[in-house]
Nanobody, 118 residues
Framework: QVQVVESGGDSVQAGNSLRLTCVVT???????ASWDRQALGKEREFVAG???????RYLDSVKGRFTISQDNAQNTVYLRMNSLKPEDTGLYFC?????????????WGQGTQVTVAS
């Protein structure tokens, strides 16, 4: 069973920081990971991702403010969010890519809520 669990979401004032954590309870995952978010009434959007070569990419509006990283064991992925803005509000989801039944598949968590007040 592959479980992806996000945590670290909170309600903060604009300008503050948060660190989101994504833990996967499975040892068959590779380095690829990403964070998406979905604001109320809007489509889900990609926020940050990291590939098997540790290359990171970001949504343009979060570049320079957000940083994706992972621990050496690759079980935990972080999203450090600085200088938060009200438009960063949303439910943040973590995706991990894992080998399951001989196939590489994507697994998502249930999300953690980030609310940024102006």
């Amino acid at each position: 069973q592959v479980q992806v669990v996000e945590s670290g979401g909170d309600s903060v004032q604009a300008g503050n920081s948060l660190r989101l954590t994504c833990v996967v309870t499975y040892t068959g995952c590779n380095k690829e990971a990403s964070w998406d978010r979905q604001a109320l009434g809007k489509e889900r959007e990609f926020v940050a991702g990291i590939d098997t070569d540790d290359n990171a990419r970001y949504l343009d509006s979060v570049k320079g403010r957000f940083t994706i990283s992972q621990d050496n064991a690759q079980n935990t992925v972080y999203l450090r969010m600085n200088s938060l803005k009200p438009e960063d509000t949303g439910l943040y989801f973590c995706k991990r890519r894992c080998w399951k039944n001989g196939r590489l598949r994507d697994f998502w968590g249930q999300g953690t809520q980030v609310t940024v007040a102006s």
